[in-house]
């Protein structure tokens, strides 16, 4: 063959290579857009009864008032309350509205219902620096009473964390409970993530001992432990996190902590009760509300960062191991009030924005 002819036949062979590659990479923008658009689409079906709940009654409120007065703010603060948003957030939210209304010399009501939502975006809003433990080797403590998802929450956020390419250790610290250990093992082999557990009843500080040590030998990169949730008996509670902590600082004094509370959406203003509770006894970083898909009581996610200054970082809206999300508040909003979201907000935008994060 001509030099010639050899060197056409490699330039043909690199450049269908290198169309190939292209197709394949547009092929994989294409499906991870349309992955976000379906967990869009999940987030906004679990919101539906609180949308209902909230979202009409403020519809109502906008369309039954021609001017903005004091009866109308009255008003939105009733609404607001009655979707578990909470007193804290709901007065935070409308002062807010109050000062926009004044510096935009808004007249008609229905003017400002943008602003409204704006304002309620603006109120949960968290910081990406919130989870930078995913990036770091950390030791994740999470807490919360039994019956909130919690044992679940673990086993989902194990396979999240392993799906980014994380080595994660999970620790069955629970071991009061009747097969939780059993529970979380079958999660485990879900998120198809190694496990250190205890027979039950064995001292919970043990377990721990023993999944630090085995974390550091295996060059783990996240160690997550589930822990007991028996708040009756509170002065016992206490003292076996403060046992976990201790050894976590003597055995591994160099690793990021988060301590994450687990909550149940339904319970509205209950879930509150339960933070505190626990944020006596342990300093909560962040917060896992679950159970959003079909509860009226959403709201609850908004009146949580505003009366514990603590993130909510993970939202679950479904059973599978997918379903819990990272939380995301321009998402959570758009969903909630229904509005159209941007192509900016479901595809990350043209000018390198920040993506809705729909990991």
């Known amino acids: 063959m001509r030099k010639g002819s050899r060197n056409e036949s490699m330039e043909e062979r690199h450049s269908m290579e290198e169309k190939h590659s292209m197709e394949e990479e547009r092929s994989g923008e294409v499906s991870q857009k349309e992955e976000k658009k379906g967990l869009f689409a999940r987030l906004k079906q679990g919101l539906a009864k609180t949308r209902d709940s909230i979202v009409r009654g403020i519809d109502s ?23 578990d ?6 007065t935070q939210i409308l002062e807010r509205l109050k000062v926009k209304v004044k ?13 409204l939502i704006d304002g309620i975006r603006e109120q949960m809003s968290v910081d990406e620096a919130a989870y930078d433990f995913e990036k770091e080797q950390s030791v994740i403590m999470v807490i919360g009473v039994n019956g909130v998802g919690k044992t679940t929450s673990v086993g989902k956020l194990a396979g999240k964390l392993k799906s980014q390419g994380r080595k994660v250790l999970i620790a069955a610290a629970d071991t009061f409970r009747a097969a939780a250990g059993d529970q ?92 505190r509770e626990f944020g006596g006894v342990a300093e909560l970083t962040g917060i896992i509300l679950t159970k959003l898909d079909g509860t009226a009581k959403g709201g609850i996610a908004v009146a949580i960062q505003s009366e514990l200054h603590v993130p909510v970082k993970y ?40 993506e809705a994060d729909w990991e």
């Open 103 to 115: 510096e935009q010399h808004v007249k008609a009501p229905q003017e400002c219902k943008q602003l």
């Open 61 to 83: 409120v906008f369309s039954g008032f021609s001017a903005i007065t004091d009866d109308f703010y009255e008003e939105l603060e009733e609404i607001l309350i009655m979707g």
């Open 85 to 90: 948003i909470g007193i804290n957030a709901t």
């Open 184 to 275: 979380l093992a079958e999660w485990a082999r879900r998120a198809d993530v190694p496990m250190i557990g205890g027979n039950e009843g064995a001292d919970p500080a043990s377990v721990v001992y023993d999944a630090v040590n085995a974390a550091k030998a295996r060059g783990v990169d996240i160690l997550l432990i589930d822990t007991a949730g028996r708040l009756h008996n509170k002065k016992n509670l206490m003292e076996e996190l403060r046992k976990m902590n201790r050894i976590i600082d003597k055995e591994f004094p160099d690793a990021h902590r988060e301590n994450l509370i687990v909550l149940d959406g339904t319970t509205g203003q209950n879930a509150l009760v339960q933070a």
């Open 315 to 354: 939202i679950g809206v479904g059973e599978s191991i997918d379903d819990l999300q990272k939380f995301d508040s321009d998402a959570f909003v758009t969903a909630l009030f229904d509005v159209k979201p941007d192509e900016d907000e479901t595809d990350g935008g043209q000018d390198g924005e920040r």
